[in-house]
């Protein structure tokens, strides 16, 4: 069972949009669209980022329009993930949202609203969600402003919210409310048919000591509001097209022992874990392109491959990171596995591991760095058009930190 990772997330899709006047009157905010797709579409992206492999939209104003395009969404998202609604039977406020799709929720589940896009590092709100014990509910992303007056605050003592406070003056600092959540399903009984969770549940929560908070910095956009939505247009996909890290696994990432399949054999390089969290917190992707002929050779199976990226992921979000993506190439001429035995060209120096992450993440490859172990690595990069640099161990850190600086 992963430790920090979460791998459904529910979307509060289903309010009336009533401050963009016409331009909902047929379409949910959410639907609206951002640049070249719709808004839901940027936004799931990002939680993919972090591992999220499940989406629920939670639907009520216009269910039909969002039902119709879910499909759609879910093939433009970078990564496999499965889109599907909950549809609520009455206006039930965004607590009653939640509450009448609470046969469909995981044990633990983000949640977010669907016409907001924030930025922060989500990697941190699971790392601290680590630590909660029995008595927390949930755990909610904020931002720091130094002029909150816009916006309703919220009090905290240490990691605790304590309290939902009205609009400060104009100029005061205050922290606000980001729009992302991470629950566990005692939520549920906080709950009724039609309640909203912003006014009335988690002010409740946070009288009773079960919510905590995780401030981070990031862009943060409402297209609930006019000129909001005018900038989103060209800001989010310029934002959220991101640079990105490639990682070589073996020598970069852990101890290359030769043929490491399972988790006894696995020995992190020094740094390697922390560049990533780093990379993660500059805004960077960050992606694994490692190829596994152990598969091909039969010293274990391909299943096992993708358990120990799942788990190499999971112990990065543990301390703040994501590894936002993998690729692997299972495949060698030599193979002592018939099934296994082929001249792929994703198996480096073939470029196709990073061409096809360039391709699935819409990536320019001048913005994207290689770091490997082998000249293999340098050539697989420079056939895709990366630079890269040859890492030659020590600390990965020492060399990561600098060359995202620059
Ligand atoms: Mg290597």
Same mark, same amino acid.
């Given at each position: 069972?992963?430790?920090?990772?979460?791998?459904?997330?529910?979307?509060?899709?289903?309010?009336?949009?009533?401050?963009?006047?016409?331009?909902?009157?047929?379409?949910?905010?959410?639907?609206?669209?951002?640049?070249?797709?719709?808004?839901?579409?940027?936004?799931?992206?990002?939680?993919?980022?972090?591992?999220?492999?499940?989406?629920?939209?939670?639907?009520?104003?216009?269910?039909?329009?969002?039902?119709?395009?879910?499909?759609?969404?879910?093939?433009?998202?970078?990564?496999?993930?499965?889109?599907?609604?909950?549809?609520?039977?009455?206006?039930?406020?965004?607590?009653?949202?939640?509450?009448?799709?609470?046969?469909?929720?995981?044990?633990?589940?983000?949640?977010?609203?669907?016409?907001?896009?924030?930025?922060?590092?989500?990697?941190?709100?699971?790392?601290?969600?680590?630590? @909660?014990?029995?008595? &927390?509910?949930? !755990?909610?992303?904020?931002?720091?402003? #130094?002029? $909150?007056?816009?916006?309703? /605050?919220? =009090?905290?003592?240490?990691?605790?919210?304590?309290?939902?406070?009205?609009?400060?003056?104009?100029?005061?600092?205050?922290?606000?409310?980001?729009?992302?959540?991470?629950?566990?399903?005692?939520?549920?009984?906080?709950?009724?048919?039609?309640?909203?969770?912003?006014?009335?549940?988690?002010?409740?929560?946070?009288?009773?000591?079960?919510?905590?908070?995780?401030?981070?910095?990031?862009?943060?956009?409402?297209?609930?509001?006019?000129?909001?939505?005018?900038?989103?247009?060209?800001?989010?996909?310029?934002?959220?097209?991101?640079?990105?890290?490639?990682?070589?696994?073996?020598?970069?990432?852990?101890? @290359?022992?030769?043929? &490491?399949?399972? !988790?006894?054999?696995?020995?992190?390089? #020094?740094? $390697?874990?922390?560049?990533? /969290?780093? =990379?993660?917190?500059?805004?960077?992707?960050?992606?694994?392109?490692?190829?596994?002929?152990?598969?091909?050779?039969?010293?274990?199976?391909?299943?096992?491959?993708?358990?120990?990226?799942?788990?190499?992921?999971?112990?990065?979000?543990?301390?703040?990171?994501?590894?936002?993506?993998?690729?692997?190439?299972?495949?060698?001429?030599?193979?002592?596995?018939?099934?296994?035995?082929?001249?792929?060209?994703?198996?480096?120096?073939?470029?196709?591991?990073?061409?096809?992450?360039?391709?699935?993440?819409?990536?320019?490859?001048?913005?994207?760095?290689?770091?490997?172990?082998?000249?293999?690595?340098?050539?697989?990069?420079?056939?895709?058009?990366?630079?890269?640099?040859?890492?030659?161990?020590?600390?990965?850190?020492?060399?990561?930190?600098?060359?995202?600086?620059?």
């Amino acid at each position: 069972m992963p430790r920090a990772t979460v791998t459904q997330c529910a979307v509060l899709v289903g309010g009336l949009g009533t401050r963009l006047g016409s331009l909902t009157a047929h379409t949910p905010k959410p639907m609206l669209p951002c640049g070249d797709r719709p808004f839901l579409g940027w936004l799931l992206r990002e939680f993919v980022r972090f591992g999220v492999t499940d989406f629920l939209l939670l639907t009520g104003h216009l269910s039909a329009v969002v039902e119709q395009a879910a499909a759609t969404i879910q093939s433009m998202l970078p990564c496999g993930a499965t889109v599907s609604l909950s549809e609520e039977p009455i206006r039930a406020g965004t607590g009653g949202a939640v509450y009448h799709a609470r046969d469909r929720l995981d044990r633990r589940f983000l949640l977010c609203n669907g016409d907001s896009l924030f930025d922060g590092n989500l990697a941190r709100l699971l790392a601290d969600s680590v630590a @909660d014990g029995d008595d &927390v509910t949930g !755990r909610m992303m904020l931002r720091r402003l #130094d002029d $909150a007056s816009r916006y309703g /605050v919220v =009090a905290l003592e240490g990691d605790r919210v304590t309290d939902f406070l009205e609009r400060p003056p104009p100029n005061t600092a205050g922290t606000i409310n980001a729009g992302v959540y991470l629950f566990n399903r005692r939520l549920i009984d906080a709950l009724s048919p039609a309640c909203s969770l912003e006014a009335e549940v988690m002010p409740r929560l946070a009288r009773a000591g079960a919510l905590r908070g995780t401030v981070s910095e990031g862009y943060f956009r409402d297209i609930g509001v006019p000129e909001d939505f005018d900038r989103s247009q060209t800001q989010i996909p310029t934002v959220l097209r991101r640079r990105a890290l490639f990682l070589d696994r073996d020598g970069v990432i852990n101890i @290359d022992h030769g043929y &490491v399949g399972s !988790r006894d054999r696995f020995d992190w390089v #020094d740094g $390697a874990r922390e560049a990533i /969290v780093h =990379a993660t917190r500059a805004g960077w992707h960050v992606f694994i392109v490692t190829n596994q002929s152990g598969v091909a050779r039969g010293k274990y199976q391909e299943p096992a491959v993708g358990d120990l990226l799942d788990w190499i992921g999971d112990e990065v979000r543990v301390m703040g990171g994501t590894v936002d993506d993998v690729r692997y190439c299972p495949f060698h001429p030599d193979a002592s596995v018939p099934a296994y035995r082929a001249l792929s060209d994703w198996r480096k120096p073939a470029p196709g591991m990073l061409l096809d992450l360039i391709r699935a993440w819409e990536l320019d490859p001048a913005r994207c760095l290689m770091i490997g172990d082998q000249d293999t690595d340098l050539r697989a990069a420079a056939a895709a058009g990366v630079p890269a640099r040859l890492f030659g161990g020590g600390n990965l850190l020492d060399v990561v930190r600098p060359l995202i600086e620059a």
